[in-house]
């Protein structure tokens, strides 16, 4: 039986990422809009973004809280200042509770907060009240780092509030909207299945990746 032949990747890099999605935005009119890439993946599809768009580059972080074993599955979620979320249907799923997940809650808010103040290195957060803020990752599966990002981000009052991604899972971005005002993406491939598969580049980034792309 011949073998099947390889899935195509959507895009190249983050970078190409960044610039087909940015194709989807462009047309649109901003008002004074910040572009929030969402670390450190989100960070150099939002530089990209940022380009395009002409508007100020910043960054937010928000960690997984993944179940015990398997860390990578995300039950929940938490920023640096906000409180944390959590998948119930997941947590079901699993038999845990959030008071279960208190150490790792506390493992990655320490983390988080370790993030922000390195991206910063002593700068102060971008001023969200009262302009289109879009918040940008590189790819988008369960939603539940993203809502804990556009959460916190909500809290600054901005005018509007768009979440922004070059590929979903089916109906993730669709379970979006009732956290931001509008979700783009450029693909929802059926097949998703992680969001890596859909990169034929996908390193892992670093701390330092990040503030190059951040640096002034």
């Given at each position: 039986?011949?073998?099947?032949?390889?899935r195509?990747?959507?895009f190249?890099d983050?970078e190409?990422?960044?610039r087909?999605?940015?194709?989807?935005?462009?047309?649109?009119?901003?008002?004074?809009?910040?572009?929030?890439?969402?670390a450190?993946?989100?960070?150099p599809?939002?530089?990209?973004?940022?380009?395009?768009?002409?508007?100020?580059?910043?960054?937010?972080?928000a960690?997984?809280?993944?179940?015990?074993?398997?860390r990578?599955?995300?039950?929940?979620?938490?920023?640096?200042?906000?409180?944390?979320i959590?998948?119930?249907?997941?947590l079901r799923?699993?038999?845990?509770?959030?008071?279960?997940?208190a150490?790792?809650?506390?493992r990655?808010?320490?983390?988080?907060?370790?993030?922000?103040?390195?991206?910063?290195?002593?700068?102060?957060p971008?001023g969200?009240?009262g302009r289109?803020?879009?918040?940008?990752?590189?790819?988008?599966?369960?939603?539940?780092t993203?809502t804990?990002?556009?959460?916190?981000?909500?809290a600054?009052r901005?005018?509007?509030?768009?979440?922004?991604?070059?590929?979903?899972?089916p109906?993730?971005a669709?379970?979006?909207?009732?956290?931001?005002?509008?979700?783009?993406?450029v693909?929802?491939?059926?097949?998703?299945?992680a969001?890596?598969?859909?990169?034929?580049d996908?390193?892992q980034?670093?701390?330092?990746?990040?503030?190059?792309l951040l640096?002034?």
């Amino acid at each position: 039986m011949p073998a099947r032949p390889a899935r195509p990747r959507i895009f190249a890099d983050r970078e190409d990422g960044g610039r087909r999605l940015a194709g989807e935005l462009r047309e649109r009119a901003w008002a004074d809009a910040v572009v929030l890439g969402l670390a450190r993946g989100g960070v150099p599809v939002a530089a990209v973004v940022a380009r395009w768009l002409g508007a100020e580059l910043d960054v937010a972080v928000a960690r997984k809280i993944g179940a015990p074993g398997h860390r990578e599955y995300g039950v929940g979620a938490v920023t640096p200042d906000g409180p944390a979320i959590y998948d119930e249907a997941g947590l079901r799923a699993l038999k845990l509770t959030a008071a279960r997940m208190a150490r790792a809650e506390s493992r990655e808010r320490a983390e988080a907060c370790r993030r922000i103040e390195r991206y910063r290195a002593g700068r102060p957060p971008a001023g969200l009240t009262g302009r289109d803020v879009l918040l940008v990752d590189d790819g988008l599966a369960t939603g539940v780092t993203a809502t804990a990002a556009l959460r916190d981000v909500r809290a600054a009052r901005p005018r509007t509030l768009v979440f922004a991604t070059p590929v979903a899972a089916p109906g993730a971005a669709a379970r979006l909207l009732g956290e931001a005002d509008d979700v783009v993406c450029v693909a929802e491939p059926p097949e998703f299945r992680a969001v890596g598969q859909w990169y034929a580049d996908f390193r892992q980034l670093g701390d330092d990746d990040v503030l190059a792309l951040l640096a002034p």
